[in-house]
C-alpha cells in the first residue's frame, strides 16, 4: 500500500512558488530562507530545483515565476473563458453588424488576439494563434498598458516594445500616454485615437474579481458607418460583452 504522507520537500517547493508569485518584485533566496525559516543549502537545492523544472527562473539576483509557468496557469483561464468568449462575440457581433469584433488575452509582453469574427465572413469564429496587436496603437494593447503591473512584466514590456521606438511617433511623449491610460483604468474602455477617419476601434476590459486583466473584447467598426451608430451606444454594448464574459470568474 502507497504511504499516505505528504512529500515535505514537494510541500516547500509549492510553498516557495507562493510566496514567490505573490511577490510584487521577486525575492531573493535569503529572503525565501528567512521568511520559511529552512537552512540555506536546503533552500538553494529547491530552488535549484524549481529553476531546472522551468518553474522559476532568475534576473538580477531576485527569483520570479517563469513564463512557462505563467503560461501554464494562463491556459487554465483561458479554457474556462473561451467558451463564453464565442458565445458573447457571436452575440456583439449581431448587435454591431457589419463590422470585426475580437476577443484578445494578455500574452507576456502584449495583447494577442485569439477569436475574431470579421465583416467578410458574417457569424465564422475564427480562431487566431495568439496573433499579437500593436502595444500603442491598438484599442486592446492600450487596454493591457492600463492594467499591466509587477516589474518584470514592466521589464518585458519595454524590452519588447520601447517606446522611442513604437509609441512616441503615435503619443508624443509618454506624459501624454500616461494621461490617457489613467482614463482607461478609471473606465475599463479603451479607444483608438488613430485614423479614426477609416475605423472605430475600441475594446472594453475583461477582468476577474481581484480586478486582474483576463482579456479584452473589441470591435472595429468603418468610419462611414460610425455616423449612423453613437458611439457611446457601441461603448455600452461592447461593455455589456466584457462583463458577461468576467462573469465566468465571479
Given amino acids: 500500500m502507497a504511504n499516505s504522507d505528504p512529500v515535505g520537500s514537494l510541500l516547500r517547493g509549492i510553498e516557495i512558488l507562493k510566496r514567490i508569485g505573490n511577490s510584487e518584485n521577486g525575492l531573493k533566496i535569503s529572503e525565501i530562507t528567512a521568511e520559511m525559516n529552512l537552512k540555506q543549502p536546503t533552500c538553494y537545492n529547491l530552488v535549484r530545483t524549481l529553476t531546472m523544472s522551468g518553474m522559476v527562473e532568475k534576473r538580477n539576483s531576485r527569483l520570479y515565476l517563469s513564463q512557462e509557468f505563467l503560461q501554464l496557469a494562463s491556459k487554465q483561464s483561458r479554457n474556462k473563458t473561451f467558451a463564453a468568449v464565442e458565445t458573447e ?5 449581431q448587435r454591431l453588424h457589419d463590422c470585426t469584433v ?12 485569439t ?20 502595444l500603442y496603437a491598438s484599442a486592446a494593447g492600450l487596454v493591457y498598458l492600463a492594467y499591466l503591473n509587477g516589474e518584470a512584466n514592466i521589464f518585458r514590456v519595454n ?4 517606446f522611442a521606438e513604437f509609441g512616441a511617433h503615435l503619443w508624443k511623449s509618454r506624459t501624454v500616454l500616461n494621461e490617457y491610460l489613467d482614463s482607461v483604468r478609471k473606465t475599463g474602455i479603451a479607444i483608438s485615437p ?9 475594446s472594453s476590459a475583461v477582468v476577474d474579481k481581484r480586478g486582474e486583466l483576463i482579456g479584452s473584447v473589441g470591435a472595429t467598426i468603418p468610419a462611414q458607418r460610425i ?11 461592447v461593455q455589456i460583452s466584457s462583463r458577461r464574459i468576467a462573469s465566468v470568474f465571479r
Fill in 89 to 93: 462575440l457571436l452575440s456583439l457581433y
Fill in 102 to 113: 475580437i476577443f484578445a488575452v494578455p500574452g507576456p509582453a502584449e495583447m494577442c488576439q
Fill in 115 to 134: 477569436h475574431r469574427i470579421s465583416f467578410d465572413r458574417p457569424g465564422v469564429i475564427q480562431h487566431l494563434n495568439s496573433e499579437p496587436m500593436h
Fill in 159 to 162: 524590452e519588447r516594445w520601447p
Fill in 194 to 202: 488613430f485614423d479614426q477617419d477609416v475605423s472605430f476601434r475600441i
Fill in 227 to 237: 455616423r449612423d451608430l453613437s458611439t457611446e451606444w457601441i461603448q455600452k454594448e
